[in-house]
């Protein structure tokens, strides 16, 4: 299924720079597939830690290091691996949503997903202020006319429907 070229909705997309045939996902079904891949990568980790031995708060503190080692690895191969193969994570699978490269819409790079997984990866490891800038990373998606996080800017993509749902009238 593809849009209308005349649609006011591909005229939106040219205005945006975006291909006409494209539905730019909305922001609650990316905050609700990231909710979902952050569960997918964590809970194996701490399952994980428990099954070393970490039983109380205590023992997790004493392995913060290699918990939050484990958990950047595990979701950088998790975000690059599926975005590279299939343009989409669970997360995005479930809510309907695809990573695009945003000139053609066609299959992400594999540079561009590993760029796309880094970005805020890197900035989540700076001690102190690391969380706040993943989160800024991912929150600038919503005062951008693309709705692409600087993430999406660095690795050229855009999240979309997968696909493009029924004009109801």
């Known amino acids: 299924m593809s849009l209308d070229p005349s649609s006011d909705q591909a005229r939106l997309n040219d205005a945006l720079g975006v291909p006409p045939f494209v539905l730019l996902a909305p ?19 701490l399952l994980i830690a428990v099954l070393m031995g970490v039983r109380n708060t205590g023992d997790l503190s004493d392995h913060t290091f290699g918990i939050n080692v484990a958990v950047v690895s595990v979701a950088f191969v998790y975000g690059f691996g599926s975005i590279s193969m299939w343009g989409r994570t669970i997360g995005k699978w479930v809510l309907g949503t695809k990573v695009v490269r945003v000139d053609t819409a066609g299959a992400v790079l594999p540079s561009s997903a590993a760029i ?27 005062f951008d006319r693309r709705r692409q996080g600087w993430h999406d800017k660095a690795a050229g993509t855009i999240v979309v429907m997968k696909r493009i749902p029924k004009d109801p009238t």
């Open 27 to 45: 922001l609650w079904r990316r905050v609700l597939a990231q909710v979902i891949d952050q569960a997918v990568v964590v809970i194996p980790v």
């Open 116 to 142: 796309r997984s880094l970005v805020p990866l890197a900035a989540g490891v700076l001690p102190g202020v690391g969380q706040f800038l993943s989160l800024v990373i991912y929150a600038t998606a919503f």
